[in-house]
């Protein structure tokens, strides 16, 4: 008698995706023909140029954009709509002014009617683990731009979401603070075990974060390839970029996506 097969189940599945608007006057193909896995617990990035459509594909894992052909899948269920397991993360932070930094995060729990005692704890861990220990209570206009975008990350993370999608989170902000944002997600993403899928313009944050980078073409987008980052899973940011694999990985990506200078 053979074995019985099972089947494998994935965090994020796309089958053969295409996105088309259109309108009386435009007829745009924003994606075509993309397949993609994500794995439990893994870490994808996502680099493309400019209007490739990586955005457009966090949308359609999160439901809030339907595929105009194929199919979407989250842990084995095809998605047809808005999904409420998922953790999002934008280039802004998307704070209230009028909240403190505790009552931002705690937001998330509001509009979920999660318990409160339940809401109240988890919180108290995600300040703890993303170093926003005595700024619970300051407003957002008392926080630095990384300090902010710790509160969205904890906001994002406060229900346990199996999948957490980021949009150039760190984007907006300073070299510096950007290359601290990277080590302390890379942290906190081996502490939760949550799957992350995070689209950026920048080769080395893509490297440094990920076990795998998606590279896309040009719009209508497409996977142009996918390469395996083969760099320790603790990663001291300085060593790392002087790791042989991380040039590696960089230098394979520019010539992939034929860019012309390095990506910051």
């Not at 397949?35 to 870490?43: H, K, N, P, Q």
């Not at 689209?199 to 974060?209: D, G, K, N, R």
Request: with cysteine.
């Amino acid at each position: 008698m053979s074995p019985v097969q099972t089947a494998v189940t994935h965090a994020v599945e796309l089958d053969g995706v295409a996105v088309r608007f259109r309108s009386k006057k435009t007829d745009v193909t924003a994606l075509r023909d993309v397949s993609l896995r994500v794995a439990d617990g893994e870490f994808v990035t996502i680099v493309g140029p400019s209007g490739c459509g990586k955005s457009t594909l966090l949308k359609l894992a999160s439901g809030l954009l339907r595929p105009s052909s194929g199919a979407v899948r989250l842990r084995g269920d095809t998605v047809t709509g808005p999904r409420r397991d998922i953790g999002y993360v934008f280039q802004r932070a998307a704070l209230l002014d009028w909240r403190t930094a505790r009552r931002n995060i705690l937001l998330q729990a509001e509009m979920r009617h999660m318990p409160s005692a339940d809401a109240e704890k988890r919180t108290d861990e995600l300040i703890a683990m993303t170093g926003l220990t005595g700024f619970e209570d300051a407003y957002p206009h008392e926080l630095s731009g990384g300090m902010q975008q710790r509160v969205a990350l904890c906001r994002a993370l406060l229900h346990k979401p199996p999948l957490l999608l980021m949009d150039e989170p760190f984007g907006a902000l300073d070299a510096l603070t950007r290359e601290q944002m990277n080590v302390e997600l890379r942290r906190i993403w081996r502490e939760t075990g949550t799957t992350v899928l995070l689209v950026t313009h920048s080769i080395a944050e893509a490297v440094y974060l990920a076990d795998r980078v998606v590279m896309m073409t040009a719009r209508p987008g497409t996977v142009a390839g996918v390469i395996d980052v083969d760099l320790p899973a603790e990663r001291d940011y300085v060593r790392t970029m002087a790791d042989p694999e991380f040039a590696r990985a960089t230098r394979h990506i520019r010539e992939h996506l034929g860019a012309t200078s390095a990506s910051d």
